[in-house]
């Protein structure tokens, strides 16, 4: 490529990158903060080659894949990320704990929140996807966004205590790690699975357990490791190709439903009313 074709690929990206930044803003899905985020941070910096034609798509774009053609990791539908990102609550100065690093899109998108009085501290199970992750948050400049290799489950420690956490992949319950590891008044978002269905939650702590105020339907890949669930896939015909989720696990550790005032427009249906709590313990 020549360097018109350079600039006018450049140009072409940053103005797509401009667009969907916009649409998340208007939609209501992102606030000031959050959108202006979406367009600073280019998304395409974290593709690889072959997928950053569709960088700005408002879509959930896979990144990797196992031998049988199920996904491993993929960067999430901006939407769903603006959505968590508001969730979370993100302020100038925070302490943020990522589980489920992937590409380390939302990494960059969290440090860019937060700015340089705050730090970033990202985690995940895959060694490569860490290694590009570093890669892209250094190209994208975004150094200062710490990405550690292991599983999630844990937390990362030695940087707590942390504001805030967000889980980036689908997960049974809360680790009571990720929860240690918050400072008092934190807020944690996770995926969390209820038979099947993913809702992303934000929870903070209500005496002597963390309640759920706010939730969306959601659809991450599932976590490996502790905090996978019971949760089965099951082929159906010749692979690769379709799959069953099987939900085959107990009940919520502690739920409770207590009515109250109408919930907002944007609260999931399943949740209107009602509370959904954990064990603080």
Same mark, same amino acid.
């Given at each position: ?123 995940? !199970?895959? &060694? ?8 892209? @948050?250094? /190209?994208? +400049?975004? %150094?200062?966004?710490? #990405? ?84 089965? !896939?099951? &082929? ?8 069953? @989720?099987? /939900?085959? +696990?107990? %009940?919520?550790?502690? #739920? ?26």
């Amino acid at each position: 490529m020549d360097a018109q074709g350079s600039s006018e690929g450049a140009d072409g990206l940053a103005a797509a990158r401009e667009r969907l930044a916009e649409s998340l803003r208007v939609s209501g899905r992102a606030g000031a903060a959050v959108s202006e985020a979406f367009l600073a941070v280019p998304r395409h910096v974290f593709l690889p080659p072959d997928l950053v034609a569709r960088a700005y798509e408002d879509t959930a774009i896979v990144t990797k894949s196992d031998a049988d053609g199920l996904a491993i990791s993929a960067s999430s539908q901006p939407a769903m990320m603006a959505i968590m990102l508001e969730q979370l609550g993100l302020e100038a100065g925070q302490r943020v704990l990522e589980i489920g690093t992937g590409t380390g899109y939302n990494a960059a998108l969290i440090a860019q929140i937060v700015g340089d009085s705050g730090s970033v501290v990202t985690i995940d !199970v895959e &060694p490569d996807l860490v290694d590009q992750a570093r890669a892209s @948050l250094a /190209a994208a +400049g975004f %150094a200062r966004a710490v #990405a550690v290799c292991g599983d999630g489950a844990g937390g990362v420690p030695g940087h707590a205590p942390y504001d805030r956490v967000i889980v980036t992949a689908g997960v049974w319950d809360l680790a009571p790690q990720w929860l240690a590891q918050l400072d008092d008044g934190g807020r944690i978002v996770a995926p969390i699975s209820v038979r099947g269905i993913q809702l992303a939650v934000a929870f903070e702590r209500a005496g002597d357990h963390w309640a759920g105020r706010l939730a969306r339907r959601c659809q991450f890949i599932r976590m490996i490791g502790p905090s996978a669930g019971p949760e089965t !896939v099951v &082929p159906l015909g010749p692979q690769p190709g379709l799959r069953a @989720l099987v /939900a085959d +696990g107990p %009940a919520l550790r502690r #739920a409770r439903c207590t009515r109250r005032s109408p919930a907002p427009p944007w609260t999931c249906p399943f949740l209107r009313g009602c509370e959904l709590a954990a064990s603080a313990s």
